[in-house]
Each structure stands twice: as structure tokens, then as C-alpha cells.
């Protein structure tokens, strides 16, 4: 029963057998679960000792993978590749030379000729060339064309183990040294285990290192400025052109006609070409004088040259006109006929002005007669002092005057920017000592407004002393006026305006935050002025944020002297009651663009942003003064109100 095969049928159970149990295998020992190997099998069977063999044993204590997964595969056999196809394109190169005997030549006994042998390992054939060197006389080039060379007379060829370096080879009777090979070739014998001989050198040819001297003297020579070759070069397809006229009218039947003069710099060559217009019922012929060199003076030969029968060369004439004899205004005379040059191209103004320095190239006027036409120049009458200078010169450049042009750019980029500064006016009169004055000075147009104060009685009417306008600096003449600038304002400064002198006593904080802003813009002097000033006195003006009128508003309270204050708010009165209002519709859009909010009543904040839209004071101590003013409650101040503050007288 036990030599059975384990298949159906084979397989038999006791009927009698009535126990199925298994054996304990699992228990504790000290709190530890361990387990024991069974003695008995189900039932009480016994159980085998020893099952597998040691060999079984042996491998599954060494985790051989051959019992589990059988056998590994054998991988394919690679693909066959024919020799000629792993071969292709693969040569071996030695550098070789040969002695050739001279025979009657009372210089030279031998020559050293080096080769290249190649060895095609495709079909172990073999080729040997010579390198071709110009001019030497002999027949190079391919020495030995491909095939397989015999090695001896058994009828044997040479193969890749028969060569190496350091060795001598017959071929067809001729022995070849063999000294060296490339770095392919050393590294594919090694590969194949071939041992190689020390690389060695190729001897010099007699002949060759006779020709050859050693110490060669160098010489440099300096291309001379009459090289042909380099003026060629350098100078091909380059032509001057000028426009000229000839004018024979001195003449009978003579008149003015246009050519133009083409001065070749390739060959110093010159060639005039006459200009045809429509109807001028000449022939078609455009050249007048074709394209030669011409002299300077041709009759400036020696007395005894025979002019009869021989022509001029360059023997008799060395002065030819080269392009320092022409220019625009300059007469040339070319074979007794005199050009007039009155214009020239791009290229030839481009031409002088590198070469010679020339940077004047007015053309001459010539009217379509060919006669020249005279350039009287332009007097522009003085400025009379009406209006602006840009304006009265505009009459003087044009029919139609135009409005000048202006620097939008500057316009977007400081709009609304102003500079207020405070200054005295300086004057021997001593009535009109201790005059103060508020200068404005706008960024965007560089205009300056002057304001001044009002002063109970002072006997002066103050309000705008200079309206907005473009200040000269004395000295300036109208053609070149030189204006004010920002940078021209700073503490202690001495400002000329129209035969009035003036001197920056303060400034606004905003004119110093600006400054410190853009402090590559101003003086270090004019920014130091500024913070000294300001760092020992209050500002007595508005001081803006920003100069677009936005932003929030620094506010301070006068500390001037007695009645400045009323006259300050009398004159903010008037400018507000002076702006043009009339029709009481007017007024409400007023009141409307300053109530945003559509309550019904303004504020002293509301107050103050319309006093600094019109670039009026807005003190604290103004603003209150006007805003109980104008009505009963200075935070609510109705529309009727403010209708009657501004009607009234």
C-alpha cells in the first residue's frame, strides 16, 4: 500500500478507525505562549521520522529558490551577426615611412617619404597612402589601393597580428617602418591582447630640412597706405556723390546744367554724369566725362615731353584729385570746365565726417534754373514782453502761428504738484520792507503765481501780485531764456522776478517731504536749508499730502501777528465769492459737489476741501472763522446759507 502512486483509487481508509483527535502542540511556560513539535499525528497515527533528506535539509536551510520555483530558464542565444557587418567602417591606422633612393643628384642621397596604412578589419584588406604635400614634385597620394597584400611567397596575406608598432613590413618589395598608430587602433590590439611595441618617431627628410633653415628671420612689414590690394579690399563698391552744376553762361549760347560727380574710392577714379529732366530736347547721352583719373593740372608737364605723339601717364602727372579736393561749397575745375558742388548723399557726409572730421554740410539752394539761390538769414525781432516768449516766436517761425508744444509726460506725471514757499520782498524803500508774499511754484509748466496777504492798514491792496507765468532768470537773453526751476528756491535764496527781489524766508512741509523724495533732483544744500528751517518754526502755510489736492491734510493754527488773521479770512472771503458764480443754478452745483453724501449741509471738513481745490489757506483758525461766518452751526451749514455767503457784497 505504502509503494502506491498518490492518485484516485489508490488511496484506501480504515473503516474501523474511530478516533480523529489531534495532539496538543500549544502551552505556556512562565507567562510565555510556546510551541512543541506533535509526537503523534490525528488519531494517534504515528507520525515518520525524517521525511526529507539532508540534501532537502541542506537546501531549505539555505533558502535555494529551486525547490519552490524549479529550474531558471536559459536566456536566448544572442542574434548571429556576420563579421562583415560587426566590421563595417572599422579600420586600424599605422603611421609609417620608407626610404626612396635618389640616383645622380649631387644634393640629396635618399629621401624619408612618411604613409598611412590602413587595415580595413571588414575583410582584412589593406591600403597605403601618402599625404599630399604642394608643390613637391612627386607622385602622391594613394601608393597602394585596397586589397590583401601578400606576406610571403606561400602565398599567405597579412592580418591585424602581424602588425604593430616598431616593426618593418615588405610590401611588393618595399619596406615600410611601421612608428606609431592612433589611439584607436592601440586600444583595439590591447583589447584583443596583443602586446605593443614603444611608439617612435618619423626621420627627418635631408632635402626637405636643407630647404627649411631653422632660424628663420621674421620680418613684419607695415602695409603702406598706396596698397592697392587693401584699398581694393576695403574700399570696393564705395562711391562719393556729389551734386554739382556747371555754369557756362559767360559764354555765347552757354547756360546752367546739372550733373553729378561720382568719385570711385576703390581706384581714386571720377565720372560725371550729366542730369536729364523731361523736354529739355538734349540727346540722351548721360556721361560727360567717363571714369578715369583725373589730374589736377594736365598741362603741368615737363617742356620737353612730346605731347604731339605721345599721351599723358602717370610719369608726367603724380597730382591727381583725391576726396580732400571735394566738399559741398567748393568749385572744382575738371578739364577746364568749373563744377559748382552744392549737395552731397548720406554716404559721402558720412564718409567726411569719419575720415576728415567735416561736420558741416549746409546744402546750396539751387532753383530749377541751376541758379543759386542766396540764404539771407532770419532776424527775429526782440520780445516786446506781450504774452509768452514760445507764443511771440511762433508768429516770427510761421504764417499760421501754432501753440507750442508742451511736455505732456511732465504734465500726467506732476499734475496738480505745487510748491509753496514764503518770502520778503528786498527793497531800499523802507515802506515796503517787511511785505511778505506766498510763492507757487507748479511742477507740471514751471509757472510761478505770486500771492500776497492783505494787511489792515498797511496802505497796501494785497491779494495776487504776479499771475501764473514762466519766470526768466536775469541775465537770460530771449533767444536762450533760462527759466526758474524748483531747485532755485530754498532758504535764503534771492529770486529776481521782473525787476523784483525777492528772498525765500519758509517753505511748506510738503515742499520738504517732496524734496526728500526725490533727492536726486535738488541740492543737498537746498534740502539742508529746508530741514533747518523747518525743524526750528512751524510751517505758517496748508501743507498737503499729496499735490493732487487728495489726501489728508496737515493742519496748524496762524501764530502771526495782530489783525493777520482777519485779513487772511477777508481775502479767502473775496476769492471765494470771485469765482465767476452768478446764476444761482451755478451756485447749487457748487453746494452739490461739495456735499458727496447728499445731506443737505456741508461741513468744515466739506469747507476746507473746496478751499483746497481753489489753492486758498485752510488753517484751522481760517477754516473756523469762515465756517461761522457763512452760519449759525459752523458742522451743519445749509444750502441757503452758503447761497447768501456767496451773494453777498
Known amino acids: 500500500m505504502d509503494g502506491l502512486p498518490f492518485l484516485p483509487g489508490n488511496s484506501f481508509h480504515d473503516p474501523t478507525r474511530m478516533k480523529f483527535h489531534r495532539s496538543h502542540t500549544l502551552g505556556y511556560r512562565n507567562g510565555f505562549a510556546i510551541q512543541k513539535r506533535p509526537e503523534v499525528g490525528i488519531g494517534g497515527a504515528t507520525i515518520p521520522r525524517n521525511q526529507l533528506s539532508e540534501q532537502e535539509l541542506d537546501e531549505l536551510a539555505n533558502y535555494t529558490p529551486v525547490l519552490t520555483y524549479g529550474q531558471a530558464k536559459q536566456a536566448p542565444p544572442e542574434k548571429f551577426v556576420p563579421g562583415f557587418v560587426a566590421w563595417d567602417k572599422k579600420v586600424l591606422r599605422f603611421k609609417a615611412w620608407f626610404k626612396e633612393t635618389v640616383h645622380e643628384s649631387p644634393v640629396e642621397h635618399f629621401r624619408v617619404r612618411p604613409v598611412d596604412i590602413f587595415y580595413y578589419l571588414e575583410d582584412d584588406s589593406m591600403s597605403v597612402v601618402e599625404p599630399v604635400v604642394e608643390n613637391s614634385g612627386l607622385p602622391q597620394g594613394k601608393l597602394i589601393k585596397r586589397g590583401r597584400l601578400p606576406k610571403n611567397d606561400i602565398g599567405d596575406t597579412y592580418t591585424w597580428k602581424d602588425l604593430n608598432r616598431d616593426i618593418d613590413i615588405c610590401i611588393y618589395g618595399r619596406v615600410f617602418h611601421i612608428y606609431d598608430c592612433d589611439r584607436w587602433t592601440s ?13 617612435g618617431s618619423c626621420p627627418t627628410d635631408p632635402y626637405t630640412e636643407r ?15 598706396s596698397d592697392k590690394l587693401r584699398q581694393f579690399m576695403e574700399m570696393d563698391r564705395k562711391v562719393l ?3 554739382c552744376i556747371w555754369d557756362n553762361t559767360d559764354e555765347m549760347y552757354g547756360e546752367r546744367r546739372k550733373f553729378v560727380l561720382h568719385y570711385y574710392l576703390v581706384n581714386d ?46 610719369n608726367e602727372i603724380s597730382d591727381y584729385f583725391t576726396p580732400r579736393d571735394f566738399g559741398i561749397g567748393k568749385t572744382v575745375e575738371l578739364y577746364n570746365r568749373k563744377f559748382l558742388l552744392y549737395d552731397c548723399d548720406d554716404f559721402t557726409k558720412a564718409f567726411y565726417w569719419k575720415n576728415f572730421g567735416t561736420t558741416d554740410f549746409t546744402p546750396i539752394h539751387i532753383d530749377k534754373y541751376g541758379k543759386v539761390i542766396p540764404q539771407e538769414g532770419k532776424e527775429i525781432s526782440a520780445y516786446d514782453g506781450y504774452g509768452t516768449l514760445e507764443d511771440s516766436m511762433q508768429s516770427c517761425l510761421t504764417l499760421i502761428p501754432q501753440p507750442p508744444k508742451k511736455d505732456f509726460v511732465k504734465m500726467i506725471d506732476c499734475d496738480g504738484i505745487v510748491l509753496r514757499f514764503e518770502a520778503v520782498m528786498d527793497t531800499p524803500k523802507p515802506e515796503f520792507k517787511g511785505r511778505r508774499f506766498i510763492i507757487s511754484y507748479r511742477l507740471s509748466d514751471d509757472m510761478i503765481t505770486i500771492y500776497e496777504p492783505q494787511v489792515k492798514n498797511s496802505g497796501i491792496i494785497g491779494g495776487k501780485f504776479l499771475e501764473r507765468t514762466r519766470v526768466a532768470k536775469p541775465g537770460s537773453t530771449p533767444e536762450k531764456p533760462v527759466f526758474y526751476g524748483p531747485q532755485d528756491f530754498y532758504i535764503g535764496a534771492v529770486i529776481d522776478i521782473f525787476r523784483h527781489r525777492f528772498i525765500i524766508s519758509n517753505a511748506d512741509a510738503y515742499v520738504l517731504r517732496f524734496m526728500e523724495q526725490h533727492s536726486n533732483q535738488f541740492p543737498e544744500h537746498t534740502i539742508q536749508t529746508l530741514r533747518e528751517t523747518l525743524g526750528r518754526q512751524p510751517s505758517t502755510l496748508f501743507r498737503p499730502e499729496s499735490g493732487n489736492g487728495g489726501g489728508r491734510r496737515v493742519h496748524t493754527r496762524r501764530t502771526g501777528s495782530p489783525g493777520e488773521l482777519e485779513s487772511l479770512v477777508q481775502e479767502v472771503k473775496g476769492q471765494l465769492q470771485r469765482l465767476a458764480i452768478t446764476a444761482s443754478n451755478r451756485k447749487d452745483r457748487v453746494f452739490l459737489g461739495i456735499d458727496l453724501g447728499r445731506s443737505g449741509f456741508v461741513s468744515k471738513q466739506n469747507l476746507r476741501e473746496m478751499c483746497v481745490k481753489q489753492q486758498l489757506p485752510c488753517d484751522d483758525d481760517i477754516i473756523d472763522s469762515l465756517a461761522k461766518q457763512i452760519g449759525k452751526d459752523p458742522e451743519r451749514i445749509s444750502l441757503e446759507e ?8
Open 241 to 243: 556723390r556729389f551734386f
Open 269 to 314: 577714379t571720377v565720372e560725371v554724369r550729366e542730369l536729364h529732366t523731361p523736354n529739355d530736347g538734349r540727346d540722351p547721352f548721360p556721361i560727360l566725362i567717363s571714369r578715369q583719373r583725373i589730374p589736377k593740372n594736365r598741362y603741368d608737364t615737363p617742356s620737353t615731353f612730346p605731347g604731339i605723339i605721345l599721351e599723358l601717364s602717370e
Open 211 to 225: 630647404q627649411n633653415p631653422k632660424e628663420t628671420p621674421q620680418l613684419a612689414k607695415t602695409p603702406t597706405d
Open 642 to 649: 452758503l447761497r447768501q455767503f456767496l451773494e453777498m457784497a
Open 187 to 199: 586600444e583595439f590590439l590591447l583589447s584583443e591582447g596583443l602586446e605593443l611595441n614603444p611608439a
